[in-house]
């Protein structure tokens, strides 16, 4: 027996109580899964149920976002209580940290910066982004975007931040293509044409990614 009531379909669980449900299976008399379960081998999870509620928004299904939100609120639980269990962070430390984050950052709310509108206060994010981080040099702010990232996503702000450093970027040999086309298409057909070379596109795109970055670091650009 636990101390976690079984409720009715019209009654609702409250935050505590998910919270106590998670505990109750990482503990000894819980689930055998659960309790061998990492920060590490969590990973993947995580990245799926991002995904997952990505799609459930872009479908406007209201059923499967409460489902997915819940599946990665689930996520963040469950890495609090092994953070707890290893005495590195809990809960309320993630809160906390948020919450700070998003008053700082939000200075044209709770400080005395004037935003007028979308574009200056995404101005003003970024610019304290950069502050709270503290970042020195762009080598810093290349090395905080995760490698992880998909590859075109990576490639991306790879270029946004080496383009907002004022360094030049390698020559584009696309500059001159009419982007009326569809880039979806060209994109696709690129994808196709390393199919048909036995090339791994995505593998290509991080790899040269990585040239980019490190001729950033070095001022060869």
């Keep these: 027996m636990t101390d976690i009531k079984i409720k009715q379909d019209h009654e609702k669980y409250t935050l505590d109580e998910l919270y106590r449900i998670i505990e109750i299976l990482r503990s000894p008399d819980g689930c055998p899964w659960d309790r061998v379960q990492t920060h590490k081998s969590l990973t993947k999870g995580m990245v799926e149920e991002a995904y997952e509620t990505v799609d459930a928004i872009n479908k406007q299904s209201t059923p499967k976002m409460v489902e997915e939100l819940g599946d990665v609120l689930l996520q963040v639980i469950f890495h609090s209580i092994i953070g707890t269990e290893d005495n590195e962070f809990g809960f309320d430390d993630v809160v906390d940290g948020c919450a700070r984050k ?7 709310v709770f400080g005395d910066v004037d935003a007028q ?25 290349l090395d905080d975007i995760p490698e992880v990232f998909p590859a075109t996503l990576r490639a991306q702000k790879v270029y946004k931040r080496i383009k907002k450093s004022g360094k030049n970027l390698p020559e584009n040999t696309l500059n001159n293509i009419d982007f009326s086309q569809d ?17 791994d596109s995505n593998l290509a795109l991080r790899e040269y990614t990585n040239k980019v970055i490190d001729a950033a670091k070095k001022d060869e650009l």
Excluded: P, Y
């Design 117 to 141: 509108d979308c574009k200056e206060a995404l101005v003003n994010w970024e610019k304290m982004k950069t502050q709270e981080k503290g970042f020195t040099s762009l080598s810093e702010e």
């Design 102 to 108: 998003m008053i700082f950052r939000h200075s044209h």
């Design 183 to 199: 880039i979806g298409k060209m994109l696709f057909d690129v994808c196709c044409l390393a199919e048909k070379q036995g090339v």
